[in-house]
């Protein structure tokens, strides 16, 4: 199979790892010469465009699967709607439209879809209530990536993906220093992001559903904290409430929202599609970056 990654970055480049070993033809697309530098250290063919650019997609060649992993760079909704939505329809048209165009698309999503459910399970299947402008958009590009792809001959998928750590993500001092605030945290390691697109892929899974790619064990911030000063040998953080956050009057309207957003997110659809995580936890995903300050 010829894949080629759109918007080929953290979990990109992991995932065109995990391909390549395969047997998988990867191609990465990035727009700047840093991004194409990292693709070919990384080991796979590398192609430099934008992804909202329909005349400089020409320049990748035919594949069988996209992924759309594109990131807005964490800019505001604006930027956000034209990567994930502008960028995102421009790419479902410039390879829909070839004459030998791919079979399937996966675009990568965020659990931020989900909104506040007061602490409450949600699943692939639980419908979202965006509550942010960027998490609307968000929410806008999962519906343009059902249902548009169809029209070209296409199967849409959405990998929803919760918080991604790994490898110079692992945000120690955070959690080591504080304060905390309380809440979930709902994460998925690099490689266990990576590989759930790879299984989808390489399986012929998921063809017109949305899977949430999340780990075992959502945690409590403050238990987190606790666990990973203690596996460093640090004392416990200092902690404050949401309440006690919240009355600082620092944050913006959307960092307001974040805070009071709470949710506990599961990965039912993906471990009945046989996924098998390499780190199931925090426990595990963690050990490298506890063994390193140890």
């Known amino acids: 199979m010829r894949v080629a ?13 995990q391909l390549a070993a395969s047997g998988h033809d990867v191609i990465g697309v990035r727009r700047s010469d840093a991004g194409i530098d990292a693709i070919e250290a990384a080991g796979f063919e590398a192609v430099q465009a934008d992804v909202t650019d329909r005349a400089e997609l020409e320049a990748v060649p035919d594949v069988d699967a996209i992924v759309f992993a594109a990131s807005s760079g964490g800019r505001g909704v604006d930027a956000a709607r034209e990567i994930y939505v502008d960028g995102l329809r421009t790419a479902i048209e410039a390879f829909g439209e070839r004459e030998t165009p791919p079979d399937r698309l996966v675009y990568t999503s965020s659990t931020g879809v989900h909104g506040d459910h007061g602490g409450d399970w949600v699943g692939s299947d639980t419908p979202i209530e965006p509550t942010t402008p960027k998490t609307e958009v968000l929410a806008e ?12 001959g296409i199967d849409g998928t959405v990998v929803r993906y919760a918080g991604l750590y790994g490898p110079d993500r ?48 959502p945690v409590d911030k403050w238990t987190f904290a606790d666990w990973l000063a203690d596996a460093c040998d640090r004392e416990h ?58």
């Open 5 to 17: 990654l759109l918007g080929c970055g953290y979990v990109g480049l992991e995932l065109g790892r």
């Open 141 to 152: 590009a999962e519906q343009l990536a059902l249902e548009y792809p169809g029209e070209f």
């Open 170 to 217: 692992y945000r120690l001092e955070r959690y080591l220093e504080g304060p905390v605030t309380a809440g979930y945290l709902n994460m998925v390691h690099r490689d266990d992001a990576a590989g759930a697109v790879r299984v989808l892929l390489d399986a012929n899974l998921a063809r017109g559903e949305v899977v949430q790619v999340v780990d075992d064990e």
């Open 237 to 294: 953080p200092p902690k404050r409430t949401k309440a006690e956050r919240l009355e600082a009057g620092d944050l913006s309207e959307p960092a307001r929202r974040r805070i009071l957003t709470s949710k506990r997110c599961g990965n039912d659809r993906l471990r009945e599609l046989g996924y098998e995580f390499s780190y199931p936890t925090f426990r595990e995903g963690y050990r490298e970056a506890v063994e390193a300050i140890r």
